[in-house]
């Protein structure tokens, strides 16, 4: 059970036709604190999540080691 425990969303989902994983944080089994989410192909953001948004600032992680 993910609702209020640390994990990983599994099997990973698709949206906006993008693969993505998260592992982190969970409240109310939404992303919910410290996390991480891999964007295949293309990039793996860390930050702080509130109600499964991004909240605050975080950093963006490119494949290429670019950073934002």
């Known amino acids: 059970d993910q ?3 640390r994990g990983k969303l599994y099997p990973p989902k ?3 036709a993008t ?3 998260y592992v982190g944080e ?3 089994s939404v992303p919910h604190g ?3 989410v891999y964007i295949r192909n293309e990039s793996v ?3 702080t999540f509130v109600n499964g948004k991004v909240q605050g600032h975080g ?3 490119f494949y290429n080691n670019a950073y934002f």
């Open 3 to 5: 609702s209020n425990d």
């Open 45 to 47: 953001f860390d930050g």
């Open 14 to 16: 698709l949206i906006n």
């Open 59 to 61: 950093r963006n992680i």
């Open 34 to 36: 410290i996390g991480r």
């Open 19 to 21: 693969m993505i994983i």
């Open 26 to 28: 969970w409240k109310n």
